[in-house]
């Protein structure tokens, strides 16, 4: 080494000897500050999390539902309501760090159809409030998470599974194909998109499984201010603007004519003021029609949502067939004009190129334990109430599946006089 680099090295430690202090905790704020996040909100005993209570119960809808996915719209928008605003001490030293969720599961057991709801303890009497407000005669049974039947670990000698996170093809604010698009041409009826899904649970023979998971966060009302929404609102109606040139190149021409003006006037271009037809006649009746869907999902109640998805079975009847077949199912609510739910590839069970085995099963390990925990790592995307309506509801009269559980026969009201022991 010679005197120059030594020279160098011991100047640069001097420097850093006498402002570490300032350097360090700059370039380590950010890790630190992950880092405690999720210790007070999950591995701290005492963690805002950890001391949730959740309650889980199994929703038997009624004999006869005539009205369809609109009163389960009226559901999310009553739950919607559960916003609560937690101060800087709440969030950095108890780790309430988002809003109380919600779990919906489909799950379809060997040919059998369940309907799940988790949600907090606290909030036992408002969801089921909530449900008997729009199905009065459904019954509702609080049961053990049914995930505590199977094996901790899977894959293992005896199970097998197949999973995916869900996204979007397009940005949040596009909506996906909703209910009261699923109608028959002629007749003007609604087809139940929940018709294709019960019918592929229903097909599921012994040690079959296939589950779907939504985990609901409601969103504030900032969130359909936020600037990457509006741009894209802007650009549908025509208001974005078209100025390439900016402030920074108006300094510029300004700059490149000085010597010009030294000697003469200058003439800056002249930018002409093109008029527009309205708008209505500007747009395609597709392009109207996106508008329209946009700003509807705009003037409703969002959630952050997590929707994720297993096929569960024994080795021996283990049918990849079922995955594409109910991947089909969900492929019915895309609208390629819009938005778009897929398979998130990372999340994807399968492996590439190196390690694939080991790949694979560590992907099956993570994402078992991620539907355990119903967490909502990984990708996530904005429902707004009538989409989550769309993809999860009862079935209507219209559905005869024999997989689908109704109730045995209408429920009545108690009467006034019944004494009360």
Not at 136 to 152: C, G, H, L, T
Not at 180 to 195: L, N, Q, R, W, Y
Request: glycine share 6%.
């Amino acid at each position: 080494m010679n005197l120059i680099d030594q020279n160098f090295l011991e100047a640069a430690g001097k420097m850093f000897y006498h402002t570490w202090w300032i350097v360090l905790p700059a370039a380590f704020y950010f890790i630190f500050k992950e880092l405690w996040k999720d210790f007070v909100a999950f591995f701290s005993k005492t963690s805002w999390y950890n001391v949730k209570k959740w309650t889980m119960v199994e929703v038997i809808p009624p004999r006869e539902i005539e009205k369809g996915p609109k009163m389960m719209e009226s559901f999310f928008s009553g739950i919607a309501a559960v916003l609560t605003t937690y101060n800087t001490f709440d969030e950095y030293l108890k780790g309430a760090f988002w809003h109380d969720r919600f779990g919906l599961e489909l799950v379809g057991e060997e040919g059998k159809i369940h309907f799940y709801f988790r949600f907090e303890t606290k909030h036992r009497n408002m969801i089921e409030a909530q449900i008997y407000a729009q199905y009065p005669d459904a019954e509702i049974i609080e049961v053990e998470d049914y995930y505590q039947r199977f094996p901790k670990v899977v894959p293992n000698k005896n199970w097998d599974l197949w999973g995916t996170d869900m996204e979007f093809t397009a940005p949040n604010i596009y909506p996906i194909k909703t209910y009261d698009k699923f109608e028959e041409s002629v007749t003007g009826e609604m087809i139940d998109p929940m018709a294709a899904m019960c019918e592929v649970l229903g097909t599921l023979g012994p040690g079959q499984h296939i589950w779907l998971q939504y985990i609901l966060q409601p969103l504030p009302e900032p969130w359909k201010k936020a600037k990457s929404q509006q741009q894209i609102l802007d650009k549908l109606t025509g208001r974005e603007k078209t100025d390439s040139a900016g402030a920074l190149g108006h300094l510029g021409e300004v700059f490149s004519n000085i010597f010009s003006g030294m000697f003469g006037a200058v003439e800056f271009k002249k930018t002409e003021k093109k008029e527009q037809a309205p708008l209505e006649f500007r747009l395609t009746p597709v392009e109207k029609d996106v508008l329209k869907a946009v700003e509807e999902k705009l003037g409703k109640n969002v959630f952050l949502s997590k929707v994720r998805m297993i096929v569960l079975a024994k080795r021996e009847n283990f049918e990849k067939s079922k995955i594409s077949a109910f991947m089909g199912t969900i492929k019915q609510f895309s609208d390629i004009n819009m938005n778009q739910i897929k398979p998130e590839d990372i999340t994807k069970t399968y492996g590439k190129i190196f390690f694939i085995k080991r790949m694979e099963a560590f992907r099956k390990r993570k994402i078992w334990a991620r539907y355990k925990t119903r967490n909502m790592d990984g990708p996530k995307i904005v429902l707004s109430t009538k989409e989550l309506a769309s993809l999860f509801h009862f079935p209507d009269m219209g559905v005869k599946s024999p997989a689908v559980p109704r109730t045995a026969s209408k429920l009545g009201s108690a009467p006034s006089n019944l004494p009360i022991q």
